[in-house]
């Protein structure tokens, strides 16, 4: 069974730019969660999605948004690009539909706002 | 809020020796409990779990228990190797549907031949 994948791995984008990035979740898996990994804050929730609706938000500006496909695969968006905004994206997927849900990470996408 | 308070690092320790990683919580509810791994350029892989109180999660040699009684969940492992080397993060996830979780800091490891 593959695992999580995004892409692209790697992006270099300017101050003010937008930026997309994409995760497909294990096949069955119908949440796909976001986090944003920065040697400052560490790990923070984005936000999750499940059978293409949100689902939960954490605490970020509206400049940071995603959406979920019929086929779970999602995608985040993030606009006016920051120098702060540079991490590694995580996105994890689940099959999100009961008490405890094991969540399964991809190996993230290392975005670099100069 | 949910939070999670991580042994503060970097712990640098010799092969065959004890490790301990301390992590405590503070929840609304009854969270489950994690520890994921990280190794250098790859993202996180679930290590070990213990949904309820007094639950003692296990794999690969390391163990955590979940006590209630101290809101806490210390990773240990009785005798380390240098490929046990990697970043480990505590965290917390409210039940019932909910897939947020929230981590710690996290713990750089390195195991020194």
């Known amino acids: 069974k593959a695992g999580v994948t995004q892409t692209p791995r790697y992006l270099i984008k300017t101050r003010g730019q937008q930026v997309t990035l994409s995760c497909s979740p294990i096949?069955?898996?119908?949440?796909v969660s976001w986090y944003q990994q920065t040697p400052g804050q560490g790990l923070q929730f984005l936000f999750e999605?499940?059978?293409?609706?949100?689902?939960n938000k954490g605490n970020f500006p509206g400049r940071f948004s995603g959406r979920q496909f019929s086929n779970s695969r999602s995608e985040m968006n993030v606009s006016t690009l920051e120098l702060g905004d540079s991490a590694l994206y995580l996105c994890?997927?689940?099959?999100?539909?009961?008490?405890?849900?094991?969540?399964?990470f991809g190996p993230g996408t290392r975005l670099t706002v100069l | 809020g949910d939070s999670v308070t991580q042994m503060e690092g970097p712990v640098t320790l010799s092969e065959e020796a004890f490790l301990t990683i301390n992590c405590t919580y503070t929840a609304t509810g009854y969270p489950s409990l994690f520890w994921y791994v990280q190794y250098p350029g790859e993202g996180l892989q679930l290590l070990l779990k213990a949904t309820k109180a007094d639950d003692k999660g296990s794999n690969k040699g390391f163990e955590a228990t979940y006590r209630k009684e101290t809101t806490s969940f210390h990773l240990e492992k009785g005798s380390v190797q240098v490929s046990d080397s990697a970043v480990y993060f505590c965290a917390l996830s409210e039940n019932f549907g909910n897939e947020k979780l929230t981590f710690g800091t996290g713990t750089r490891l390195t195991i020194i031949p």
């Open positions: 999605y499940f059978s293409e609706t949100q689902r």
């Open positions: 994890a997927s689940s099959l999100g539909s009961s008490s405890y849900n094991e969540q399964f």
């Open positions: 096949s069955g898996h119908r949440s």
